[in-house]
C-alpha cells in the first residue's frame, strides 16, 4: 500500500494554520526591535542632543556647588558666626544688622540666598525681633523658616506660639504651641509647650481642654521639671470645675 505524498498544497497549509495559532495583534520580538532601531535611526540627531543637553545641565550643576555655593556658603558661615555670638550676648540690634564689619542676620538671608547659613539666619532674625518686642517681624521671619530638623522646628513653632500670644491673638498662638508639642515629642521641648497651651485654655474658661493637657504633661512626660509642679495645676483646674 502506497503512502500518500505530501504536496505543496498540503504544506502550505500547514504553515497557514501554524501562523493562525499566534495570537492576534501581538508583535513579535524581532519586529519590535526593527521599530525601535527605525526610531533611534530616524531621530538620532534629537536623542543625541537631548543627551548632551542632561549631560550639560548635570555639568553645570556641579560647577554651580562647587565653585558658587560651596564658597558662598563658607562666606556665609563665617559672617553669622559674628551675629550669633552678638545673639548669645542678646545684642539683638547688631545680631540683626552687623556692626559695620560684619553682617548681620538680615544681611546673610539678603546676600547669601539659598545657602543653609540664610535660612538659619531667619530662625534667627525671628528670634532676635520677639526678643526685641517686634512681634509682628517676628511673625514674619519664623514663618519663612523651614528646616528638616523637628527640635529646631518645634523650637520655631514655639517661638510663633509666643509671639501671637504676646499680641493676645490666642487662638493662632494654641495652633503653633499645639505644633510645637506634636512634631517632635520629648522630655524637653514637648511639656513646655503643652504647658502654655493649657495654661492658656484655663484663662479662656476652657477648663475642660486645660486639664487634659495638664494631665497630659503627667502621664506621658514624668521626667520633665513641669512634671513636678504639674499636681497644683490639676488641682486648680479641677477645684474650678467643680464651682
Known sequence: MRLPQKTEKNSSMVKVKKEDNAPKGVETVDTALTKTEKFIEQNQKLLTTIALVILGLAAAYMALRRFVLQPRESDAQREMYVAQDYFAQDSFRLALEGDGNHLGFLDIIDNYSFTKSARLSKYYAGLSYLHMGDFDEAIRYLKKFSTSSKMIQSMAYGALGDAYSEKEEYE??????????????????????????????????????????YERIK????????SNTIDKYIARVKAKMEQ
Do not use: C, D, H, R
Open 172 to 213: 493662632n498662638a494654641l495652633q503653633y504651641y499645639t505644633k510645637a508639642a506634636n512634631v517632635s515629642a520629648n522630655q524637653l521641648t514637648t511639656p513646655i509647650y503643652l504647658m502654655k497651651a493649657a495654661l492658656i485654655y484655663e484663662t479662656q474658661g476652657n477648663n475642660k481642654e486645660a486639664l487634659a493637657i
Open 219 to 226: 502621664k506621658e512626660f514624668p521626667q520633665s521639671s513641669e
